[in-house]
């Protein structure tokens, strides 16, 4: 981020109410992006720890160089230790929730944030797979409240999921887009609601395969692990599922499907895998008007490339 | 790999059938490891062809500083490009077939790779998905043939799926794990076949539940792909998913299982979800062997550094 936009950051203030992990991992993003943060934990004694753990982890960033020429203390000077939640969300222009996971407890912490929060400022929660409708649909402002899940460890990925709510308001949604990518990370915003969004669903998918796969006795969890990390993960680090397989068939992600849904379809003993016709439904092309084929062999080699430099760089750590 | 142990596999020969991309990678990382290679492809033109390709990619490789102090040259008069099948196996002392991926072609090339090849030489297909029950059942020194399934791009992806038939000898199954390791490559030997293996049963699964994504119109494809490239990919590109969710409760896996177990089943309205029976079974006693809970911190410590050096590698490539 440049220091122009570090600066027009001064003075702002967000709230992050529960100083846990993840509430710990965004006060370090927003402290890193110019923002002052404002702590509170409803649990005693929270709030208080949950410094020390920040300068830590500040620490670890300012040895590899993150922190560009700030001190820890110019850092440590921006957190502010609430003693309740009124007073930690005043001033505030956005509060981030990070609570545990749990329906009954998110339902009340949002109400109890929301009567508050001034109108209009966002409310966030960090739940990783509860959407906003099933924990906001009884609160007074739930027009702005909506879901922004970052992912374990949140300091450093940089996806961010964005979940509005039937209920949200466009404006709100749009504005905390702008404020997570205001601290370098990478909004991705969900068009409809669905349990577990995007990011679980896909991890719990891919889950539900390595547990059945051990209990069927096919594979140690030693190697179903090193399937991902010496191979399907290597690419995934740097490029998606369906970039991928878009690049894995010379005609694209139609040619892939051809020769393979056949296969998937077996596999899985699922005869309803239609890939072919969601295809048609626009997916085709959206990814050739991102990854479009006459460029190919140079996203091929762009994709070589960057899996040469990730081994080499796998070897030196 | 040393140089005494690339000394000795000098001289040391071994026939790749089938000459596309996959055969090509195979001739790479076969030549890098010292090996000679000898060539054969039954369509017409193509066994030639595959020699210019292989230079160019041993001129990234070069480029790139991965060959040591070999020239291009040293690497080319290592291949020979064969006229016919019997020629190419003559003198090798392993078979690996690249092969079109439909089970008729394969059943009928297995046959005749036997055929030519003499006693107790092992026969591996880099098929993606089709076990060797299927293929080689009716191959008279059926013993020998196996899958050693490569990822694409195989001259840079070390995991190498070894998948033995209930029919393969397990001195062969050895004896290509140690051939694969001997390149450089990752051997990750499955206990038992399954359609697809572990690799595309795996990607498989994500791949079903990310076209499912784009069907419910949830989220566009882009979005997808970067809550794997921005999110979940960069952790499983150095550990797996089960050391992932180990890493992502303070009890280990046995908490992550009992605090999420339900919200994967509820999110999948799959009710015969039974992670917590899985674990019973050896996998939390496998997976607390190789990440100790008394080393927790270690570990997490481990992954936040390969995670903050890998966003920097990504910053700069």
Chains 1, 2 share one sequence.
């Not at 007073?87 to 109400?111: H, N």
């Not at 399907?232 to 393979?260: C, D, K």
Request: hydrophobic residues 40%; glycine residues 6%.
């Amino acid at each position: 981020m440049s220091s122009k936009k570090r600066e027009n950051n001064q003075k702002k203030k967000v709230a992050l109410i529960g100083c846990g992990l993840i509430g710990q991992s965004w006060a370090i993003s927003f402290l890193s992006a110019g923002y002052e943060v404002s702590l509170f934990d409803p649990v005693e004694g929270v709030t208080v720890q949950s410094k020390e753990k920040i300068k830590a982890k500040l620490k670890d960033l300012q040895n590899y160089g993150l922190l560009k020429h700030k001190n820890i203390s110019d850092f440590l000077d921006k957190i502010h230790l609430a003693e309740d939640l009124s007073s930690a969300i005043a001033g505030c222009f956005y509060v981030q929730e990070s609570g545990p996971e749990d329906l009954e407890i998110k339902k009340e912490i949002t109400k109890k944030i929301d009567a508050a929060t001034p109108y209009n400022i966002p409310i966030a929660s960090s739940t990783s797979g509860i959407p906003a409708s099933l924990y906001a649909s009884d609160v007074k402002g739930k027009y702005r409240c909506l879901v922004a899940h970052p992912i374990n460890p949140p300091h450093l990925i940089p996806a961010v999921e964005i979940v509005p709510a039937p209920f949200t308001s466009e404006v709100i949604t749009q504005a905390v887009k702008k404020i997570i990518t205001s601290i370098g990370k990478e909004p991705l915003e969900l068009k409809k609601e669905i349990p577990g969004f995007v990011v679980n669903r896909l991890q719990g998918a891919l889950l539900c395969e390595a547990f059945d796969l051990v209990k069927e006795g096919i594979s140690s969890a030693e190697d179903i692990d090193k399937a991902i990390s010496e191979g399907l993960g290597l690419r995934w680090s740097f490029m998606g599922p369906f970039q991928t397989i878009h690049l894995n068939a010379p005609e694209g992600i139609e040619g892939y499907v051809e020769r393979y849904e056949k296969m998937y379809k077996e596999m899985f003993n699922k005869p309803d895998i239609e890939w072919a016709s969601v295809l048609k439904l626009g997916l085709e092309e959206e990814l050739l008007n991102l990854y479009q084929l006459r460029e190919r062999e140079k996203h091929e080699k762009e994709r070589d490339n960057k899996l040469t430099e990730l081994i080499l760089h796998k070897i030196k750590t």
